[in-house]
């Protein structure tokens, strides 16, 4: 039976399923330069990762045993996947398992800005017990969400995901997006009823004049698809959220935008320069800031384990 490598770790749900069919997992951390030594000594036949492990030519080269590589979460940008399809070895992802939970923190993040609870984090243990009073000042002039408009810019599983959760704290959502023209959003809660929304694809530019708020949910770009020009057409006061791919969102044009408060705040997973953000973007007071967790959640890892163990079996056995 096939070894597993889990370079970036697995939930032990999916660890689980793979034992009681007889694969042997091996769920550890191997540095980039021993990657290719420690798959070939160890007879690995299929890689799995998450965004910490780069797959590049090299290292597929390197490794001719290896028949699947997959990908706990969305995005394959980390991984060469059309050279590892050329060379017959099955690359996949699970572009569900991780949705809800990236969703959930895009409503993290615009809470912490309308609140200010990013900032007032920073300041209450700091001044606290001397400063409270100016402090509630400082922090009393946040804003509703309820009632104001959401652009979402990408409208795959994680958009809709992020749309549904709008929709129900009552915003309006307005979307953009290349390949979906228009949608039926289902929201069904914890007593079985549901509500249908019927949502049409926007320009845009339309998008960002007419949103209180934006939220990015696109796979990584070539060049900026947030930058100066676009900022520039968000409604002054607005705020943008990007837990997609770093280098999606121009961050120069955002500190500018930010500093020149035609922006009140943005909220970030991801980053130019990730994994070590630029300083300036890190000690802005007007950035919500996590460091990419979107879908690290226990339920999302317990799912994105089941999920690519239920494909290794299904392409190995």
């Given amino acids: 039976m096939a070894n597993i490598l889990a370079n970036d770790g697995l939930a032990q749900s999916g660890i689980d399923l793979l034992e009681k069919e007889g694969f042997e997992v091996k769920n550890t951390r191997v540095a980039e330069e021993q990657l290719a030594n420690y798959i070939n000594k160890n ?58 939970s990236v969703a959930e923190l895009v409503f993290a993040h615009l809470l912490n800005g309308v609140r200010f609870l990013h900032d007032s984090n920073r300041n209450m243990p700091l001044e606290g017990d001397s400063q409270f009073k100016q402090l509630k000042k400082s922090y009393a002039t946040g804003i509703e969400l309820r009632g104001k408009t959401l652009g979402i810019v990408g409208f795959g599983r994680i958009g809709q995901a992020t749309a549904k959760m709008a929709l129900a704290l009552g915003l309006e959502v307005l979307f953009t997006d290349h390949n979906t023209k228009e949608a039926t959003l289902d929201l069904t809660f914890f007593d079985g009823q549901s509500v249908s929304f019927n949502l049409k694809n926007k320009d845009l530019k339309e998008v960002l004049a007419n949103s209180d708020f934006v939220s990015l949910h696109v796979p990584s770009q070539e060049k900026y698809l947030i930058g100066k020009k676009e900022l520039a ?85």
């Fill in 43 to 100: 007879n690995i036949e299929a890689l799995l990762v998450r965004s910490a492990t780069k797959v590049d030519k090299k290292l597929i080269d390197d490794c001719p045993k290896l028949k699947l590589i997959g990908r706990g979460g969305v995005g394959l940008d980390n991984i060469d996947v059309k050279y590892a399809k050329s060379k017959g070895i099955h690359v996949f992802n699970t572009p569900e398992a991780s949705s809800e």
């Fill in 233 to 317: 057409l968000m409604k002054p006061g607005s705020g943008i959220v990007n837990t997609s791919r770093g280098g999606v969102l121009d961050e120069v044009a955002l500190v500018e935008a930010l500093d020149s408060g035609h922006l009140a705040f943005a909220g970030l997973d991801v980053f130019e320069s990730e994994p070590n953000p630029e300083i300036k973007i890190l000690m802005n007071p007007k950035i919500s800031l996590s460091p990419h967790v979107g879908g690290s959640t226990i339920e999302a890892q317990q799912r994105i384990g089941i999920e690519l163990a239920q494909k290794v079996i299904k392409l190995l056995k």
